[in-house]
């Protein structure tokens, strides 16, 4: 051997030593910790392989008197259901039935016990470099006991269901679809790792179970996904719910809030838009200066007090609060394996499907988390179907610096040369041959041994999941999880009769004892019903519901089993009717885009306080928006109708540089006959112009008509309005007790029925047409020719009376249109002469004209219009369609077999 390669081999074990000291987490401080350990600490840490793992990490232990776990902490530590049941079972059911076992489960190809060879020789020299590091997670026994390459377990796989190509419902789904084992002992690798088709079938696995489904499931619909191998908090590797329940959207599928919306924001953004034009059109640099507010120093210095007080009580709640906080946080992180729990994740590689950003996801959760979280300690290794990577940085303060760019060789230690960069596949056969005619013997034969292997195909069958287990959702339809301050549950669809698919109960002690507030998710109802909101210390109750429902329904408040609010889809009301509000004393509606430009609505009720209840309307108020390019007489702000007082005003919106209204007092006419008024003693005008002409007679009496007929029309409406709403509560009672699932017409389980019971009423119907003597079948249901063959023999008809019979029957048809027209044109000349005569007697005597009498000519004129409208409408469409009809007639003649003549 020359000095050079003694020189490079003396580098390479000195690089080999640095990175020993700074692969894992907290490495750098092993070294320090194995010399102060004695000599019989060392026996025994060669002796146990548990001893060895904690005497290596020193944030396991305090001090080296505490490496030897405590039998009853170790007791306390969740232990899972022995997998060996499960993988026996499973064999089983798999080995009953030799077909159905793929042959790759139970033993290995030739390509793939290369493959091993190949491995288990990396394996012996990653020992030997590093032999203070934890074992790699390569080689795993299966369900049968026949070891495999971890990379060949994941099996890509696209499953035909929509959700599951986003990679949060993906994940969310094989969390809740699984039940979680963690590993037992906590800080060693798993004895298996079976297949994805395994996991699926029990429902049930440990976090590399998880990752290992997941990774297949995401790399089969696009996503550069790996499984990560490496260490993490106890909060993470234990599933601990212990800590508080925060947000719903946070530990809920999207597929629960698809259907809700912030319904705070809509009528919101509305009311402060229309509050921005207002102020818009009513901005001017004069401003009204406030009047001066007397104030008592006295009750001033007291509400500083008690706010003083007040604030200091709060402050004082608060802190306490965050101490007890502190010191739950401080219990749940008091571990003595902290950087030891091995567990599994998957790792999001930016690029592929639009991922902008790398990120990891938590299989057992659906969560996801950066890159640099706390939660996650440490990083062994990271693979995928393709390729295997080893990690070569420093992880001691948890993920914080550790690069995830796999493609470079001084971070991360490739298995294999193939696909050892991510998204890019090298072909080896493509070298030239001068480099391998420049190859050493020795270089050439490693190289062909490590580095032009193929990797095999996956052992695994392609992952199945039928539709009733995917609807299913959970392994038993349910899934709970207990948190410090609530209790959430996940049911599959279908599961519940009431269409529930999650609901989250809130503790308002530590206890669990006081519910505060409920919510349940509904999905696939038929009354819309998504979202429900119980207050069990206000007796509040808050539905939601989606687009479809009857009425335009969007949310509903209860409160103490009496309506409050209401909230509609106002685009998809005719009215457009936004909210309503339920008082002991008023109703109050809001409008949007309607023609009227009406946006507000309230009624006022008498007070009853004998039986609490409401009593005789006394006032309805309108609003309405304001037109931009109308005159000021136009402009309407609001109405008022006074029912008692029989009075009704109407108030103008601001003029410009003015600060008053104009306003318009009317009293409504007696209902005595003989009693005469003059028009200036039912109307009270004020005008802010003082320059404005004053209306005319004719318009404040044509006002007086408008502003009575707008009162029945308020009436009107507010008597609807209280019949729908007893209409959506009698409809909500019954519906929930009757609580119905729609049902897709996609769905081959639960619709197989009602297609089938669909095409045997069908066939039933068709039968029956069939079995009907008087049914007639074609077209033509009508005899037209009877009436003109009655004096002809039909059997022998010659050519001029088959001719003559059809003169005769497009003559009686064109007489019949002719008729038809002369008659809609009498009655149209009718109704016109009648309205002229109206209008000409209305000219000459409507300055003696009475009210009864002018308000009975504006309803016949009304009257007349509309039905000179219906009949010219009537006679344009005949003049119209009687040549149509005449052509059509002519053809059937042509063509009935009767006058067979015509065309011999």
């Not at 996503?223 to 212990?242: P, Q, R």
């Not at 390729?387 to 490739?414: A, H, P, R």
């Not at 309230?602 to 309405?624: A, H």
């Not at 059997?795 to 088959?802: C, H, I, N, R």
Request: aromatic share 8%; with cysteine; net charge negative.
């Amino acid at each position: 051997m020359d000095r050079e390669e003694q020189t490079e081999m003396n580098q390479g074990q000195s690089e080999h030593e640095l990175l020993e000291q700074s692969t894992t987490p907290n490495m750098m401080a092993d070294q320090q910790l194995q010399n102060e350990v004695n000599p019989e600490q060392k026996e025994i840490a060669e002796s146990d392989p548990t001893e060895e793992s904690l005497a290596v990490n020193p944030t396991a232990l305090e001090s080296t008197n505490e490496k030897v776990i405590n039998k009853e902490e170790e007791s306390e530590l969740p232990l899972s259901k022995s997998q060996d049941e499960y993988f026996q079972m499973v064999k089983e059911v798999l080995t009953a039935d030799p077909s159905k076992c793929n042959p790759s489960y139970s033993s290995n190809s030739q390509k793939e016990g290369e493959v091993l060879d190949i491995v288990e020789n990396f394996v012996r020299q990653y020992k030997q470099l590093y032999p203070h590091r934890k074992d790699l997670f390569l080689i795993m026994k299966n369900e049968f006991n026949i070891n495999k390459f971890v990379c060949s377990t994941i099996r890509p796989t696209s499953l035909p269901y929509k959700d599951l190509y986003d990679y949060r419902e993906c994940a969310k789904f094989v969390a809740d679809y699984l039940s979680y084992e963690p590993l037992d002992p906590p800080y060693d690798l798993p004895e298996k790792l079976p297949s994805p088709t395994f996991t699926l079938k029990v429902q049930s696995g440990n976090c590399f179970d998880y990752s290992v489904l997941l990774a297949s499931l995401l790399r089969g619909v696009g996503y550069d996904a790996y499984v990560v191998s490496g260490y993490a908090t106890k909060d993470i590797t234990l599933i601990d719910d212990s800590k508080i329940f925060e947000n719903v959207r946070d530990e809920v599928s999207s597929r629960l809030y698809a259907n809700i919306w912030d319904e705070s924001k809509d009528l919101e953004t509305f009311l402060e838009d229309k509050n921005d034009n207002k102020e818009n059109l009513s901005a001017n640099k004069y401003k009204l200066k406030p009047p001066k507010q007397l104030k008592s120093d006295f009750i001033v210095k007291q509400n500083e007090k008690l706010s003083k007080i007040r604030k200091e009580q709060e402050e004082k709640q608060l802190r306490e609060r965050e101490e007890e906080l502190a010191r739950q946080k401080s219990l749940r992180e008091q571990d003595d394996l902290r950087g030891l729990r091995i567990h599994c994740w998957v790792l999001l590689l930016a690029g592929k499907r639009e991922i902008a950003e790398s990120l990891f996801i938590e299989p057992t959760t659906g969560k996801t988390y950066p890159l640099d979280h706390s939660a996650y300690l440490g990083v062994e290794s990271v693979f995928s179907n393709l390729n295997y990577w080893v990690n070569m940085q420093v992880c001691i303060d948890g993920l914080k610096g550790v690069s995830f760019d796999l493609g470079d060789n001084t971070k991360w230690e490739f298995l294999f040369l193939e696909n050892s960069q991510p998204g890019i596949t090298f072909n080896t056969n493509l070298r030239s041959k001068e480099n391998e005619a420049n190859m050493s013997d020795d270089e050439d034969e490693n190289n062909l041994v490590s580095n032009e292997v193929d990797l095999p195909p996956s052992w695994v069958d392609p992952l199945e999941i039928p539709q009733e287990r995917y609807e299913a959702r959970c392994p038993t339809g349910r899934k709970v999880a207990y948190y410090q301050n609530a209790i959430t549950e996940t049911y599959g669809d279908y599961f519940r009769k009431d269409g529930m698919i999650f609901r989250v109960i809130r503790f308002s002690d530590e206890e669990k004892k006081k519910k505060s507030v409920i919510e349940e998710f509904f999905s696939k109802r038929k009354d819309k019903l998504v979202k429900r909101q119980r207050n069990m210390e206000t007796m509040e109750i808050i539905e939601f519901f989606e687009r479809g429902r009857l009425h335009a329904l969007r949310r509903q408040v209860i409160m103490n089993s009496k309506m409050k609010e209401m909230h509609f889809y106002a685009s998809a009301r005719h009215d457009g009717l936004l909210k309503r509000i339920e008082t002991p004393r008023k109703t109050i509606e809001h409008f949007q885009d309607r023609d009227d430009l009406l946006i507000y609505r309230s009624v006022t009720f008498e007070e009853n306080p004998e039986t609490n209840s409401r009593g005789e309307m006394i006032k309805i108020t309108e609003k309405f928006s304001q037109k931009p390019d109308a005159s000021p007489l136009e402009n309407i702000y609001k109405k008022s109708f006074f029912l008692k007082e029989e009075k009704i005003r109407v108030s103008f919106y601001l003029q410009k540089d003015k600060i008053v209204r104009s306003y318009i007092d009317v009293r409504k006419p007696p209902t005595e006959q003989n009693q005469k008024l003059n028009i200036n003693d039912l109307v009270t005008f004020y005008d802010i112009d003082p320059y404005a002409v004053p209306p005319k007679k004719q318009y404040l009496y044509s006002l007086i008509l408008q502003l009575i007929k707008a009162e029945q029309q308020c009436l009107l409406a507010v008597h609807l309005a209280e019949k729908e709403l007893q209409e959506i509560i009698e409809s909500r009672n019954s519906e929930e007790k009757d609580v119905q699932l729609t049902i897709s017409v996609y769905d081959r389980i639960r619709g197989k029925n009602d297609q089938t019971l669909f095409d045997s009423n069908h066939r039933l119907s068709l039968k029956k047409d069939k079995e009907d003597p008087f049914h007639i079948q074609g077209p033509n249901k009508l005899d037209y020719l009877s009436p003109f063959l009655v004096s002809y023999n039909t059997s022998s008809l010659t050519k001029d009376d088959a001719m003559a019979v059809k003169d005769s029957a497009l003559k009686s048809l064109k007489e019949r249109l002719i008729e038809k027209a002369n008659i809609i044109q009498k009655r149209l000349d009718e109704e016109t002469n009648a309205l002229q005569k109206a209008q000409q007697s209305y000219q000459k005597n409507q300055d003696n004209m009475s009210l009864e009498e002018t308000e009975s000519y504006m309803s016949f004129c009304k009257e007349s219009m509309f039905r000179i409208q219906i009949l010219e409408k009537r006679l344009a469409k005949h003049k119209e369609s009687a040549p149509e009809r005449y052509v059509n007639l002519d053809k059937k003649l042509k063509n009935d077999p009767r006058l067979i003549s015509l065309v011999n």
